[in-house]
Nanobody, 127 residues
């Protein structure tokens, strides 16, 4: 059974940093895409960063470039989201997602491209 388990969320003051982790288990293949999404109450889930595990290519949504970065540790089957210079508007539940099939390449920012999701981890940034 595939599981994605996020950790590393918490409360931080504006300007601070956090690193989220997503540990994947139950799948012995190489994921086509892995991503971080976030969601705030009343808003749609939005893509934050994507990584292509096969070659390590990374993509961050334009508005977060320079502050957020995604990385992976293949030996640990773990994907990370490093967040720095955090702002109150970064407050959200952050979700890890994984796609087994390569149609995620066409729409890496779409939730529909991902078949597996973690339970989410809360990040709260105070001013």
């Amino acid at each position: 059974q595939v599981q994605l388990v996020e950790s590393g969320g918490g409360s931080v003051q504006a300007g601070g940093s956090l690193r989220l982790s997503c540990a994947a288990s139950g799948y012995t293949g190489i994921w086509s895409c892995m991503a971080w999404f976030r969601q705030t109450p009343g808003k749609e889930r939005e893509g934050v960063a994507v990584i292509i595990p096969a070659d390590g290519s990374t993509y961050e949504t334009d508005s977060l470039k320079g502050r957020f970065s995604i990385s992976q540790d293949n030996a640990k089957n773990t994907v990370y989201l490093q967040m720095s210079s955090l702002k109150p508007e970064d407050t959200a539940v952050y979700y890890c997602a994984a796609a087994r099939y390569d149609y995620c390449y066409r729409s890496p920012w779409s939730e529909e491209s991902y078949g597996y999701w973690g339970q989410g981890t809360q990040v709260t940034v105070s001013s």
